[in-house]
């Protein structure tokens, strides 16, 4: 009798005319558990072009309107305190860090925000090791709070994101500025090309532009966000059935070729392989279309094999691996531009060197390996990489229970978005890097619009197991 009036009360609920669910909520503090029962994530009519835009989402507007560009100031510095010199880009990812966190704890509310446990735990550990680098390893104070800031800053914006971009109107806007600006930045550093007044990056007898980053890393970073960000904006216009508009046509257009001129001037092997995970996961898997994928990749090597002296001298060693007739220990040392001997070496310390302590704790200290989960195990210790790779396993089972049940492009994105990520930081630290981090968390909190919407659809009632269940 108990599940048969519950039905019934569930079915009378949703019987419920239009606009009498605000009538019955009222401004009571149940009134969270029915916010977007009516509310479809994808909605073009008349009601996101009227609703006032929340500061949260100004706060977005203008944090990645004006983010890559002072990115470009991370050499620049302004002066000295407590014994760091600090630069725009440090004093930004403090303020962003003290808004967001202002904006997680006095609006946060009932909302669900997933893995938002792990991720604290994670945090704390950070917290925790950055004490031992102040008092064991006599780091500074602000060289510590440099890091701790900006790695907050990435979460608390996952904690905030989804108020920012809950409506397909501020969702398209912000995603739409992401990709405006990453571009801008390449055509910045495609006229400082032109012009041949550069910084370079020597590496491997290949002299690589490194830019106004002074870095062959960024631009080439910021190239693929721009084209990831760019794709996004302009399915999300397709499935929400606008107009897309001859200039966006065009300016997508000009990051593509924007995105190729700078991967082959900068030569970034990994931002390669991030390229090769997008096409392979956008076109070949979302679109359906590995015909156009597989051509593509074969042109790719012929390319590499045939034509381009400096890509074959970037990746002798890869080369030289693969046409090995028999496994050479010699020769995989030397891939990743000696990162494999790198790691080799640090394993070895962390299985004969480190104590009980320091295997499940770490030392503090990342011994610059260029590989983001023995960065983790080295300085975080066996719980903090655990804890890591939990928060990454449970942001795909996620993602992929709701791109399962929604079909959303940016919930599948959000998995493109992440893989990129996590295949990066086989050869590098992405979840190190601001210039990259901010943007995947931007993207990650639709999880938690997705999520409260299932919530809702569950248990219109404001289940409290249903509730816990996300968090």
Known sequence: MASISQRSIEGSFKALPEGSISQLTGPTSMRPCFDNIQNTLINTGREDADRPVSFTTVFFIVLFATKPFVDLTWNFRLFA????????????GFCVCMIAGCLHFLQNGRKPIFNKRVIWIFLGLN???????????????????????????AYFIYFIGHRGIENDRDKLRIIGIIWITTFLVGILSSIQYSMGNFAVASSQGVERFAGLYNDPGGPSYNAIMSIVFGTLYLELCTRQRQRIRLVAKIAFILTVLVTALILKITLTKSALLMLVVFLTMWIGLYKRKPYVIIPLMILCGYYIYTTSDEVQKRLAPEIAFLRADNYSMELARSMGTGRVATWETVLTYYIDDFDLFERLFGSASTFGTHNQYISYLMQLGAVGLTAFLIILLRFYGRLIYLYGKYKQPDVYMCIVLLTIFVVQGLTGAPFYYTTLLWYLMILLSVINIYSDKAISEASPWGNSAVFDSYL
């Open 81 to 92: 305190f407590g014994g760091r010199a600090l630069n725009p880009l440090a004093i930004v």
């Open 127 to 153: 917290l925790f090791h950055s004490s031992i680098a102040f008092s064991v390893h006599g780091r500074s104070v602000m060289y510590i709070m440099d890091g701790l800031t900006k790695l907050f800053a």
